[in-house]
């Protein structure tokens, strides 16, 4: 792959980079430093390391692309604990992958933001790798890679010698190719839900971008999506993931990360007849009246509000006999309309309710990595 082969020429480049700023006294990397400053060792890194990024990737100016990352960056900024300067661009690369540099520098390739269902699901992607450069997580599992202390690893990269090709080949590997310890993983993944939540994003992406990572690599053994690939602990990040936002009361519903059971009315054509439809296919039809479009467009926005991937097909329901004009659709506990107020040339509520429950299937096909069933 293009992003595999381009790293080793990086490497070499960089290690001459760093070797040649051998007489310049070592910069430490400290936990004692303020929290919202960024160390000079990691400006540097920064620098260095996306000025090699870019002799081997073509950067993207798209306006569109970038005011729809940098809208995501703004908002999530000031979330997190330090204050960088957080910076993303968009690599020309074909290949699903998003990785954060020392300092706050990011890079998205343009087939993550092809692959991404949604905003919310970029902004879960974007959310985790701000954490890696809040956290100094590139720098710290560099350093633990090299069996080194974060002074000696600064020191290391400022000194002449193979250990400071070595660390540099090993910073670009985990920045690069997202190979960060489970732990640290982790700890991106809770702390971006916590980011996604203050910032008022769902932060269900961070779970639905995992869920279909693991399916494109089941798919694709072949393609290694860096960010989130499929190494033996995804499952185990996924359930974390979402024991998080369970243990912070954020509901699980991924619908609105995957763009999807989206009800809207519509007017049918040639005959100008209503539909409602889910996702674009319709799954109830009546008359063209004023009545029908009010009824319609009720159902639509209960649909919308209650119906979720997670609903249980069970769940959606009609209560009493078709006769009975109380009878009524129910999703869960939720009346969606009763007998009495189906349209003239509507169609049976049971109509309505089997059409639900195919759409809920269809969706969850689209989606199958997901545990539906806690």
């Not at 595999?4 to 070592?26: K, W």
């Not at 004692?32 to 950067?59: G, Y």
Request: net charge negative.
């Amino acid at each position: 792959m293009k992003i595999l082969r381009a790293i080793i020429p990086i490497v070499a480049v960089l290690f001459l980079c760093l070797t040649g700023a051998a007489h310049a006294a070592p910069v430490g990397v400290s936990d004692d430093l303020p929290p919202t400053e960024a160390t000079a060792q990691e400006i540097k890194l920064r620098e260095r390391v996306a000025a090699e990024v870019e002799k081997h990737w073509t950067v993207l100016v798209n306006p569109v692309y970038n005011a729809r990352v940098e809208t995501i960056v703004n908002r999530l900024s000031p979330q997190m604990e330090r204050r960088l300067n957080y910076d993303v661009d968009i690599i020309d690369e074909k290949s699903v992958n998003a990785f954060a540099l020392a300092g706050g520098k990011m890079y998205v390739t343009t087939g993550m933001l092809d692959f991404v269902k949604s905003d919310v699901e970029l902004a879960g992607v974007i959310a985790h790798e701000m954490v890696h450069a809040d956290k100094k997580h590139v720098i710290i599992q560099t350093a633990r890679n090299n069996r080194m202390t974060l002074l000696a690893l600064a020191a290391a990269i400022a000194s002449k010698g193979k250990g400071a090709a070595l660390v540099a080949s090993n910073l670009i590997h985990v920045a690069i190719m997202g190979a960060y310890s489970i732990e640290l993983e982790k700890e991106a993944d809770a702390l971006g839900i916590d980011a996604l939540s203050r910032a008022g994003y769902n932060a269900v992406g961070v779970l639905t971008i995992q869920e279909r990572l693991k399916e494109e690599r089941m798919k694709h053994p072949e393609i290694d999506p860096g960010i989130y690939r499929t190494h033996p602990e995804v499952e185990e990040r996924i359930a974390a993931a979402e024991k998080y936002l369970g243990d912070h009361d954020i509901p699980v519903h991924r619908k609105y990360a995957l763009a999807n059971l989206r009800a809207a009315v519509e007017e049918t054509s040639p005959d100008g007849r209503l539909a409602l439809t889910i996702d674009g296919e319709t799954i109830w039809r009546g008359g063209d009246d004023s009545a029908t479009k009010e009824v319609f467009g009720r159902v639509a926005s209960n649909l919308n509000e209650h119906l979720q991937m997670e609903t249980m097909p069970f769940d959606i329901r009609v209560e009493g006999a078709s006769s009975d004009p109380d009878a009524a659709f129910y999703i869960e506990t939720k009346k969606i309309l009763s007998n009495k107020e189906v349209p003239k040339d509507g169609e049976p509520l049971a109509a309505l309710r089997d059409e639900v429950q195919k759409a809920l299937t269809n969706a969850r096909k689209d989606h199958p990595m997901a545990n539906y069933f806690k």
